[in-house]
């Protein structure tokens, strides 16, 4: 991917010993410098700014194709368009897919078709501030409403399972901790730990911890939640839906050790790691979309 995963926030040294993207630009840190010691507050609410409006990815010329063969639709999650697609049969089970960060609907297209051979019908989105969706500044509700009215489009009792990746795990986590039913999930290469989220954008723009805590009291009051609260290892162990995560040993993005921190934590949760894919390549890498087809379909040796 060209872009970052991950919030805007991507660091040299993460918590999760992962090295990822250069600093911020020298104009950004210094900006932020400069109005912090004038407003605190003011620096803190272009810092949110910042974290809450998505990278844009470019859409591969694979991806776009199968993108062409879906039904379109279109929705609204609070208050912003999003852009949907649906293939395959309407009366059949349906899977949902959610991409992460910065993603689009694109970068699952691999499940497509296979998917559709094991007699799913099949539906994605490009969430608000992502991919065909119109710029937008969203946070991990926008995800988790996102999922909520792919099920709802589907028909709830239709709906089998969910695909998810990165932070779309973090959003399926979240909406299944709040009572959102999907038989059974499968994450790929899922962000878990949010303080990994805070260190990042941290080290990117060299700003205070004090200003990074002023961040995060906005976005909490903003969307009336406490990320230490529902960050995916503090939720999962409440959590009884069958998942089987995948994870690469290679992924640059977001570290393994953050989907084994969620297995650890998830009952009955299942990890299958891969090797030199990475964040993306995973999600159209044959054998790992087999793992997840037949994970779906009950039949999984993880």
């Given at each position: 991917?060209?872009?970052?995963?991950?919030?805007f926030?991507?660091?040299?040294?993460?918590?999760?010993?992962?090295?990822?993207?250069?600093?911020?630009?020298?104009?950004v840190?210094?900006?932020?410098?400069?109005?912090?010691?004038?407003s605190?507050?003011?620096?803190?609410?272009?810092?949110?700014?910042?974290?809450?409006?998505?990278?844009?990815?470019?859409?591969?010329?694979?991806?776009?194709?199968?993108?062409?063969?879906?039904?379109?639709?279109?929705?609204?999650?609070?208050?912003?368009i999003?852009?949907?697609?649906e293939?395959?049969?309407?009366?059949?089970?349906?899977?949902?897919?959610?991409?992460?960060?910065?993603?689009?609907?694109?970068?699952?297209?691999?499940?497509?078709?296979?998917?559709?051979?094991?007699?799913?019908?099949?539906?994605?989105?490009?969430?608000?501030?992502?991919?065909?969706?119109?710029?937008?500044?969203?946070?991990?509700?926008?995800?988790?409403?996102?999922?909520?009215?792919?099920?709802?489009?589907?028909?709830?009792?239709?709906?089998?399972?969910?695909?998810?990746?990165?932070?779309?795990?973090?959003?399926?986590?979240?909406a299944?901790?709040?009572?959102?039913?999907?038989?059974?999930?499968?994450?790929?290469?899922?962000?878990?730990?949010?303080?990994?989220l805070?260190?990042?954008?941290?080290?990117?723009?060299?700003?205070?911890?004090?200003?990074?805590?002023?961040?995060?009291?906005?976005?909490?009051?903003?969307?009336?939640?406490?990320?230490d609260?529902?960050?995916?290892?503090?939720?999962?162990?409440?959590?009884?839906?069958?998942?089987?995560?995948?994870?690469?040993?290679?992924?640059?993005?977001?570290?393994?050790?953050?989907g084994?921190?969620?297995?650890?934590?998830?009952?009955?949760?299942?990890?299958?790691?891969?090797?030199?894919?990475?964040?993306?390549?995973i999600?159209?890498?044959?054998?790992?979309?087999?793992?997840?087809?037949?994970?779906?379909?009950?039949?999984?040796?993880?």
């Amino acid at each position: 991917m060209n872009q970052p995963d991950v919030a805007f926030a991507k660091t040299q040294k993460s918590t999760t010993g992962r090295s990822y993207e250069p600093p911020a630009p020298k104009w950004v840190k210094t900006g932020l410098s400069a109005l912090s010691a004038v407003s605190p507050q003011a620096a803190a609410g272009v810092l949110q700014h910042l974290f809450t409006t998505p990278p844009r990815t470019r859409l591969r010329a694979e991806e776009a194709a199968v993108l062409a063969t879906a039904r379109r639709w279109q929705s609204h999650v609070r208050g912003e368009i999003m852009r949907g697609y649906e293939w395959g049969e309407a009366t059949a089970p349906a899977v949902l897919l959610l991409h992460g960060w910065g993603g689009h609907a694109g970068h699952m297209s691999g499940m497509v078709e296979p998917l559709l051979a094991a007699g799913y019908r099949v539906l994605a989105v490009d969430v608000p501030g992502h991919g065909d969706s119109p710029r937008a500044q969203v946070a991990l509700p926008h995800f988790h409403e996102a999922l909520e009215e792919m099920a709802r489009r589907a028909g709830h009792d239709a709906v089998h399972g969910v695909i998810a990746h990165s932070f779309g795990a973090a959003g399926t986590t979240y909406a299944l901790s709040r009572g959102l039913h999907i038989p059974r999930a499968v994450f790929v290469g899922p962000m878990t730990q949010f303080g990994a989220l805070w260190d990042a954008v941290r080290n990117r723009t060299g700003v205070s911890q004090g200003l990074i805590q002023r961040m995060i009291t906005r976005m909490e009051a903003r969307y009336c939640l406490g990320f230490d609260e529902v960050e995916p290892v503090a939720l999962a162990g409440d959590l009884t839906t069958p998942l089987l995560v995948l994870h690469d040993l290679d992924d640059d993005k977001v570290s393994v050790a953050q989907g084994e921190a969620l297995v650890a934590r998830w009952p009955g949760a299942a990890l299958r790691t891969s090797n030199t894919l990475g964040h993306l390549k995973i999600l159209k890498d044959q054998a790992s979309v087999n793992a997840a087809v037949a994970f779906l379909t009950r039949t999984a040796t993880p």
